[in-house]
């Protein structure tokens, strides 16, 4: 089973710029859609990025294009998102996930089955 544990949350004012990083607990040669996840309070949880560790090109939701990077280093197991120019809507609690059904298969955001334990992103004016 992968274990998921995310880093790097924190505060930042508007505009400004985090990077999450999710860590796998042990090596894997398997290959997994990886995602990152967003729930704000009151709102449904909603896919932000996910890229496939086997290559190709990531996945973005439209609120994120062209502010989130996703990327991958597989010699660390690490995976990350780099958040730039946030908007107090970023905030949110913010999920790493994983799947072995490649990114391309069906719904990109669907089926992730396993799960980091969140970390807590603040956007402030």
């Known amino acids: 089973q992968v274990q998921l544990m995310e880093s790097g949350g924190g505060s930042v004012q508007t505009g400004g710029s985090l990077r999450l990083s999710c860590t796998t607990s042990?090596?894997?040669?398997?290959?997994?859609?990886m995602g990152w996840f967003r729930q704000a309070p009151g709102k449904e949880r909603e896919g932000v990025a996910a890229?496939?560790?086997?290559?190709?090109?990531?996945y973005y939701a439209d609120s994120v294009k062209g502010r989130f990077t996703i990327s991958q280093d597989n010699a660390k197991n690490t995976l990350y998102l780099q958040m730039n120019s946030l908007k107090s809507n970023d905030t949110a609690m913010y999920y790493c996930?994983?799947?072995?059904?490649?990114?391309?298969?069906?719904?990109?955001?669907?089926?992730?089955?396993?799960w980091g334990q969140g970390i807590q992103v603040t956007v402030s004016s």
């Open positions: 890229i496939y560790t086997g290559g190709g090109s990531p």
């Open positions: 996930a994983a799947r072995e059904l490649p990114c391309g298969y069906g719904d990109t955001f669907a089926g992730m089955e396993y």
């Open positions: 042990e090596y894997t040669e398997n290959t997994y859609c």
